[in-house]
């Protein structure tokens, strides 16, 4: 298609990134449906709803020790120089009720995390004792008290261990099996289209014809989006046709959640997902254009509930609007306001940004003697070497104009580059 | 089998976690053997061999914009005042090579990323222009030079784009896509046999009675070494009778590459772990007790170039001295230095800690107005709740006896706390 490049459509009329996610925010995202799983199975998985202990953690007094579990009363000041000798009444088997009761004078064995016998308020400890003739001798029975872990003093039954919401680390799976939980209701995985839009795109096998580059934005764009937790569905690379891109994104909207398209998004005359978004149905385009470097040409729209972004063509403008945009918005399908963490670091050296735009610059993080240091790996927005060795994204704020080396900045480590 | 509890083997000869990891790293482990799979499925993969760019990225001089590529000088000093009108010498297509070439006099319209054609030095932006019967009048023309991405400008040819050890990122696996690599070498997962002992622990699923409780550390450790990219095998709960420890020990080092075991690893009369690993091969123990809280009675252990690594009962204790101690040992099967990034972030309460260990100490991390706040989560390390609510764990140094309010702290975010 012959394309004489003559004039621009409507200039974007840009918006800071928070005003961006604001707008957005006004408009309901459809919710992620749910599932109940086996909570050992449920790593990395989001709760769905408000999730109980099943039973006191632990269900049972526990001594904290190998030792004689004794009254209190009876050992208070024992030492090698006047011991306190105790009859032996028996012994708690690991796991098992502890069948034999403490009376004064008394001293039950008991191994560490084994249930403590009724009446004892105390456990001396192996090291502090002699045992001989039925009589275990104490020589010391300095915080006897404090070795016993009271029932339920980790969790107590149906209470709230997780609100929605929440994504399941490892510990937190191993909380709830602790807690009785063998299984947890969890969200299912929304289903995200990924359109690529480009005529001179080819996958990576194929070979390169020039003016041809091989399809890359897609391929990371699903990496991301599967490493979040979403369903990532491809819908391949689609030829810069109105047509074709109306005929996906309404296949698109009809199989997924949400619709992410890689290109297109900006005002040229092959850019016709700023078009196509707005005839798929309604509130349509949200924001187009952002006051951000990368990614400019940005475009967010709500279909229904069904939220659609367009992200730029250029590698590394996608992949930061990715996290810093698309990211937001899809999380609100779990419930989830998403407020990534920084890792505070020092700037290595100094930046010189346009004032009139927010800048993201992707860093190296290194160890320096007192803490982080963060290095800018300048560059441009197409190079995506510089991404993908970056370990985070700082930001500099519209308005600053740079950074001065030295300065500590936040951080942002995300989804799009991950290091061992 | 009853046992009366009287004496207690050897003492533990506690060593430093730094120390302790320095004599492991003495004794050769297991190298991860290697795979060739396809870039666009490798996101979390370590690369195992030192990958290069099959093609130059891009591979021909790109247009950064809609406009008409030109001969710079000819257009040198265009304004309002003083247009350049140049003759429209054709136009080339994205995805196909530039058949026009630009002589003096002459433009040639280019699409965003489209290849420049022969002869041009310079690209004038649609927004400058005015087009009329065959002619382009150019209003501005400054920085035209600085509007192509030049060939192999982001990647070259036979450039190393990753070194053996790297975890490919999202944005990782679109730059081997971008530069032509669609498969690549990786680790394949090493298998971990994780073996549970304990007399008192059921499934999470199985009622308990008074005695017992519901196994968690197994199910917590082989969702981390999980999220770490190792192959967890699970050898359910052992009873802990030496003989049946010593079988299933021998059964995971025969099936496995490495192997963690959960609990018995003390000095208690139910602590089988530490003679059975001893008498499991050669060279046997390499440290049994560090001078930490919690993780005090761990035990690390070689047979053969098989890692095998006795971890504490207690969960908290389990889960920290996974990430402390087990993670480093295991990360070398794929010929990585594991150092942990940390956040920094501000102490919000004061910690008081037996100077004569390192502590370790889970935290929330909060956003404060001037950076990251970390609350200590303080309890015992029989708490998993604990753990399972930290975003990350702190160090308090040995010798130090514990560290004031507004201390800048590194906080250490693990793979058994993950949050959204």
Redesign the interface.
Known sequence: ????????HTPLRRVSIADALAAMARHAVRAARTERIK??DA??R?VACETRAA?D????A?S?V???AVIAADVTGASANAPVRLA?AG????????HASVHRGQAV???????MPEGATGVIK??DID?RDGIVTIFDATDCEDRI?PAA???RAHEV?FAA???????????????????VDVYRAPVVGVLVT????V???EP??????????G??????L??LGFAARPYGIIP?ERDLLETELRRALNDCDAVLISGGS?V???DHVPTVVAEAGEPGVVVHGVRAKPGRPVLLAMIGDQPVIGLP?N?VSA?VMLEALARPVL?RM?G?D??P?????QLEKPLTTDASLEHRIPVQ?L?GTS??IARPLLG?S????I??Y??AVIVVPEGSGGLAAGA?V?AF?F??????
């Open positions: 298609m012959e394309a004489p490049i003559t004039t621009v909570s050992a790593e990395g989001i039973v953690v632990p269900a049972f526990r904290m190998d030792g004689y032996i012994s708690v088997l690991m796991g098992k009720p502890a064995a008991v191994p560490t995390g084994g249930a192996v090291e045992v872990t003093s980790d969790v261990l919401g929440r994504r399941l680390s490892p510990a937190a799976i191993g909380l709830l099996c602790a807690a009785g939980v063998a299984q480009g005529d001179e795109l996958p990576a096998h390169l014809a020039v003016g041809q580059i091989h399809e890359s934005n391929v990371a764009i699903i990496a991301a599967r490493a810069d900006s040229g005359q092959r063509g590698p992949l999380m779990f989830i998403d407020k963490k920084a890792f505070r670091a993080l160890f803490g982080l441009s197409s190079q995506l070497h991404l993908a970056a370990d500590m936040d480590p989804s799009a580059t991950r290091t061992p």
